[in-house]
């Protein structure tokens, strides 16, 4: 799902895929005077803002990184390896801690932040997050949307699916989706 975007014009989805794919059918509906287009991260489940201005070859020209902004120049760190430097505030205790553990303070951070990741706990909340925002832009003036949500936050697939059954096929079906990936990761 990197790197995947879908685009609504009102309740119809009018593309699906990487934003070279999207962008051109979100210029096409607003061009046509389309006038409520939303486009969305799959995987985050926020809300993308495209530079439409200008020829097609210019909006794809703008599309320089799968979030559609520009690189970042390197910092400090040790770059040609991915390294980042960044700021982190701990409690004396942390730091002593973190003193006394194998490869110094950054080795042991990494080794945390490594050991979490592969826990999966943060999977079940990141995809919540990401079907909530879709499902509060798409459906938050649906029927039944305040009791399908609950129905989601509660882990209750059934309930969520027969609350959801009369919205709008596209709006639903990409609701019903990103719901599944939380509903998955319990």
Do not use: C
Not at 18 to 47: N, Y
């Amino acid at each position: 799902m990197a790197d995947m975007h879908t685009a609504f014009a009102g309740d119809r989805k009018i593309a699906s895929g990487p934003l070279a794919v999207v962008a051109p059918a979100v210029k096409a509906a607003i061009d046509a005077g389309e006038s409520h287009v939303l486009v969305f991260d799959d995987k985050s489940g926020r809300q993308v803002d495209l530079d439409l201005r200008g020829t097609m070859e210019d909006v794809l020209a703008r599309l320089t990184s799968p979030t559609g902004e520009p690189p970042r120049s390197p910092g400090r760190g040790r770059p040609k390896l991915g390294v980042t430097a960044r700021e982190v505030t701990l409690l004396p205790s942390h730091w002593e801690w973190l003193a006394t553990q194998p490869g110094g303070a950054s080795a042991a951070l990494r080794r945390l932040v490594d050991q979490a990741r592969r826990s999966g706990g943060d999977d079940q909340r990141q995809a919540q997050e990401a079907a909530h925002r879709i499902m509060f832009a798409l459906a938050g003036d649906f029927s039944d949307f305040e009791e399908a949500t609950r129905a989601f936050y509660a882990g209750d697939r059934d309930q969520f699916l027969a609350l959801s059954e009369n919205w709008p096929v596209d709006p639903r079906d990409y609701v019903r989706v990103l719901a599944e990936r939380a509903f998955s990761t319990r």
